[in-house]
């Protein structure tokens, strides 16, 4: 059932996951790209996430279940550093909760068939220098949105404003 303006947003959460390569010097964020068969947000980049069950403690419950149900994430692996800022989506009504965890090990992926198209391991010093504004078209509108393109990887709208608080944040880490 969709949630209506009277009945708030819908409570959501991401794990924004930063991973140190044993061969690379500097982090990476894990991303995923959805299925291009999806109804919603289908070829999309994301965060590993999604709506809060009734049975989460909280809402970094919610992004540690969501990360371990789509790329097989173990939440032992995750060492959460804290939460950026909330973002809201525009047109589905979500409010969703980034919560930044830092991975001890290099994990397996192991993607959820249902929902996830591949994980994305992309160099945070690579994406801060992507940032851009782009002309998109999607259901027959067009607009100009703030994006991060890195190669054949575009990323945008909530997922772009969460990786922009995220960057900021970690920008003296990056030289």
Do not use: C, K
């Not at 809060?52 to 970094?60: I, K, M, N, V």
């Not at 965890?101 to 249902?114: M, V, Y």
């Amino acid at each position: 059932m969709a949630a209506t303006a009277a009945s708030g947003p819908v409570q959501a959460a991401v794990l924004v996951p930063l991973l140190l390569h044993a061969a690379a010097e500097r982090p990476h964020v894990v991303l995923t790209r959805r299925r291009s068969d999806l109804r919603r947000h289908a070829g999309e980049i994301s965060f590993p996430g999604g709506r809060q069950d009734p049975g989460d403690a909280d809402l970094r419950e919610t992004a540690l279940r969501e990360a371990e149900e789509e790329i097989g994430l173990p939440r032992a692996a995750v060492t959460v550093l804290g939460e950026l800022p909330a973002t809201s989506t525009f047109v589905t009504n979500y409010l969703i909760h980034p919560f930044v965890g830092l991975l001890r090990t290099e994990p397996r992926w192991q993607t959820s068939p249902r929902e996830v198209a591949a994980v994305l391991e992309l160099p945070l010093a690579e994406l801060a220098g992507a940032r851009t504004r782009t002309q998109m078209t999607r259901r027959g509108f067009t607009f100009e949105t703030d994006a991060y393109v890195l190669g054949e990887h575009l990323i945008w709208g909530a997922t772009a404003r969460i990786l922009d608080e995220l960057l900021q944040r970690i920008d003296g880490f990056l030289a």
